[in-house]
């Protein structure tokens, strides 16, 4: 029989007995100090000594109009156009409203907005789409697995594979380097599903859509140019310089 569980029990219980004193101590001490104070005196107190100003020593500012030191999350109240301090209550969601004011200064045509609206127009969850960045870069184009519908963090997830590796990838809608959000082709069923998670499987994947670009681009005329057609006609015009029996140079 090991004897050192049996010599360890008796200093664990005086622990526990110690600390048990202690909190009925703490508990007695609490009980006589609400006996000791009536609540008619604590109001007689509060009204006789004067409160003392909350002191803020976090995030302090230096206000160049008055001159003097002020903290960061001083809250001012709305004036009218008179000039006058209006009384206006909050708004019932300060967050919905903060989101509607950003978005209606990062998108003031209403395009982005309507391109994740719920309706038959927007963009659906398998539909393929085309993102162009603002810096630069090739536009990256994707199976759209989700569309994430969070006010100004609105954003869709394209899934595509490049050197034969699925990759994905979050594109914020309201975001200022996306310069174009395109959709590609349409799924030709509505999805059943908000997100399409299944799409990661192999017996579901997509994979590339390279494939898929180059004939959208095809059918825009995004490749068309006038100098083929330039360089054409100069060798038109060779061929028949030689079969008039000159040189071509």
């Not at 590796?165 to 200022?176: A, G, H, I, Q, S």
């Not at 100069?234 to 008039?244: E, I, P, R």
Request: hydrophobic letters at 35%; aromatic letters at 6%.
């Amino acid at each position: 029989m090991n004897a050192a569980p049996l010599a360890r029990r008796p200093l664990a219980c005086l622990k526990a007995g110690l600390r048990q004193t202690r909190q009925h101590r703490l508990f007695a001490r609490q009980l006589a100090t609400e006996a000791t104070t009536t609540p008619t005196e604590t109001t007689e107190a509060a009204a006789t000594t004067p409160r003392a100003p909350l002191q803020h020593d976090f995030f302090k500012l230096n206000d160049r109009k008055t001159k003097t030191l002020r903290t960061a999350f001083a809250v001012y109240p709305t004036t009218t156009a008179a000039g006058t301090q209006s009384a206006a209550p909050p708004p019932v969601n300060a967050l919905l409203s903060l989101h509607e004011a950003q978005i209606k200064k990062m998108d003031p045509t209403g395009a982005r907005t309507a391109l994740v609206a719920r309706n038959r127009e927007a963009a659906q969850p398998g539909d393929v789409l085309m993102v162009t960045h603002r810096r630069g870069g090739e536009p990256f184009a994707g199976v759209c697995l989700s569309i994430r519908r969070r006010g100004i963090d609105t954003g869709v997830l394209l899934r595509n594979h490049l050197t034969k590796v699925p990759v994905e990838m979050w594109f914020k809608v309201y975001n200022r380097n996306v310069a174009g959000l395109e959709v590609i082709k349409r799924r030709a069923k509505r999805a059943r599903r908000a997100r399409l998670t299944y799409m990661r499987q192999a017996k579901h994947d997509m994979g590339s859509v390279e494939d898929l670009v180059f004939e959208w681009k095809r059918t825009r005329k995004v490749y068309s140019t006038g100098k083929p057609a330039a360089a054409g006609k100069g060798k038109d015009k060779g061929k028949k310089a030689v079969a008039a029996g000159g040189k071509k140079k």
